[in-house]
């Protein structure tokens, strides 16, 4: 199972960027899909899931309205397009997958490599 996520980069706060993560390895069709962040010096936490039969999406607080995540099943890709970017969403940002939507959000079990995200004020 390879998780592999990439699109980060250096952005002007209130900028936009799209992660992207590609999965192969296995048939992720019943699996929810998503990202966490990890800032310096903080626990890594959820940011956004989307399942991958219905589309459901989930975020975190801090991020609705300016995160949208989805996903493409054709090509085993999941997305996270952030808007109006703040510093303190400068993080390494982490893509994941896990069969339950309870455990995506609290400790997936695949995990890609992070991509890093900074935000300038």
């Known amino acids: 199972v390879q998780l592999q996520a990439s699109g980060g980069g250096l952005v002007q706060a209130g900028g936009s960027l799209r992660l992207s993560c590609s999965a192969s390895?296995?048939?992720?069709?019943?699996?929810?899909m998503g990202w966490f962040r990890q800032a310096p010096g903080k626990e890594r936490e959820f940011v956004a899931a989307v399942s991958w039969r219905v589309g459901s999406t989930y975020y975190a607080d801090s991020v609705k309205g300016r995160f949208t995540v989805s996903r493409d099943n054709v090509k085993n890709m999941v997305y996270l397009q952030m808007n109006s970017l703040k510093p303190e969403d400068t993080a390494v940002y982490y893509c994941?997958?896990?069969?339950?939507?309870?455990?995506?959000?609290?400790?997936?079990?695949?995990w890609g490599q992070g991509t890093q995200v900074t935000v300038s004020s």
């Open positions: 390895g296995r048939t992720f069709s019943s699996y929810y």
């Open positions: 994941a997958a896990e069969a339950s939507i309870a455990t995506m959000r609290a400790w997936p079990s695949y």
